[in-house]
């Protein structure tokens, strides 16, 4: 649990998300365990997925999801409906934006991931992403108008970030 008592991989009702690698989805459940739905499938458009690894969820009930196995969209976010129905596959969840491309170099550029496993929001929708291969993590901010950044997605790295050295290896 985090500061406010919610669930890491949960929202600020206690759900549960799951991501299911075999089966590219993601998958919401009650906290007593009890399925609700699921989104997504194999593919690289916007909500499908090639291999999702990690997911968090924010203040606002925003769902972030990590892809290893994708080249474009490294990071997914979705937004919860209006009404809690329709969205992908009757979720109640839309695709808002992605961003971040593969790089098999070292130490690539920001935005750039070789593996990105893990993810976390703070308070004030920062996204922290770990690139387990490259031993770091990166911070990406929202930009300032929800616009432009990387990939336009409407974040940014945050430069007084240092993502190095910081012994994930």
Same mark, same amino acid.
């Given at each position: 649990?985090?500061?406010?008592?919610?669930? !890491?991989?949960?929202?600020? %009702?206690?759900?549960?998300?799951?991501?299911? !690698?075999?089966?590219?989805?993601?998958?919401?459940?009650? @906290?007593?365990?009890?399925?609700?739905?699921?989104?997504?499938?194999?593919? +690289?458009?916007?909500?499908?997925?090639?291999?999702?690894?990690?997911?968090?969820?924010?203040?606002?009930?925003?769902?972030?999801?990590?892809?290893?196995?994708?080249?474009?969209?490294?990071?997914?976010?979705?937004?919860?409906? +209006?009404?809690?129905?329709?969205?992908?596959?009757? +979720?109640?969840?839309?695709?808002?934006?992605?961003?971040? +491309?593969?790089? @098999? !170099?070292?130490?690539?550029? *920001? *935005? %750039?991931?070789?593996?990105?496993?893990?993810?976390?929001?703070?308070?004030? %929708?920062?996204?922290?992403?770990?690139?387990?291969?490259?031993?770091?993590?990166?911070?990406f901010r929202p930009t300032s108008n929800g616009t432009g950044g990387i990939d336009n997605s409407g974040y940014e790295i945050d430069p007084t970030w240092d993502d190095y050295d910081i012994g994930l290896g």
């Open positions: 649990d985090n500061e406010n008592g919610d669930n !890491e991989n949960g929202d600020n %009702e206690n759900y549960v998300f799951v991501v299911d !690698e075999g089966n590219a989805c993601i998958k919401k459940f009650t @906290p007593e365990g009890v399925f609700l739905v699921k989104w997504g499938e194999y593919g +690289s458009e916007p909500g499908q997925f090639r291999r999702p690894a990690a997911i968090t969820v924010d203040v606002n009930g925003n769902v972030f999801v990590t892809d290893i196995g994708s080249t474009t969209r490294c990071i997914q976010k979705f937004k919860p409906t +209006s009404k809690g129905t329709g969205g992908i596959n009757g +979720s109640g969840y839309e695709f808002d934006t992605s961003w971040g +491309s593969y790089s @098999p !170099e070292a130490n690539p550029a *920001g *935005g %750039e991931f070789t593996n990105p496993s893990g993810i976390a929001v703070d308070d004030e %929708e920062n996204v922290y992403v770990t690139d387990r291969d490259n031993a770091r993590v990166q911070k």
